[in-house]
């Protein structure tokens, strides 16, 4: 799905993610991620699509998403109703 669209190098996680205590390591892969998928079109991957490529619930994901977004980490571009366009803030 959305992996077959990005050219993969590895992985950087901003320090203040990495020495986060208020964040659990679900919360650092899934910003990670959001971070890597994040293109001109922002990330727009599913819950369904994060549940499935860190093997944990939707509503795990949902939980650290929204985490990420109240702490200022991950903000939402759009939303449809439907879809949403998220974007990892510069740190």
């Not at 490529?53 to 759009?78: D, M, T």
Request: aromatic share 10%; with cysteine; proline share 1%.
């Amino acid at each position: 799905m959305e992996n077959k669209n990005r050219d993969f190098k590895g992985i950087w996680i901003p320090k203040d993610i990495y020495l986060s205590k208020e964040l659990s390591w679900t919360d650092k892969l899934i910003f990670i991620e959001i971070n890597s998928l994040d293109n001109e079109n922002h990330c727009v991957a599913s819950n369904a699509y994060f549940s499935d490529f860190l093997g944990i619930s939707e509503r795990s994901v949902s939980r650290s998403i929204s985490k990420l977004i109240q702490q200022g980490y991950v903000k939402v571009i759009n939303f449809d109703g439907k879809q949403r366009a998220l974007t990892t803030v510069s740190t």
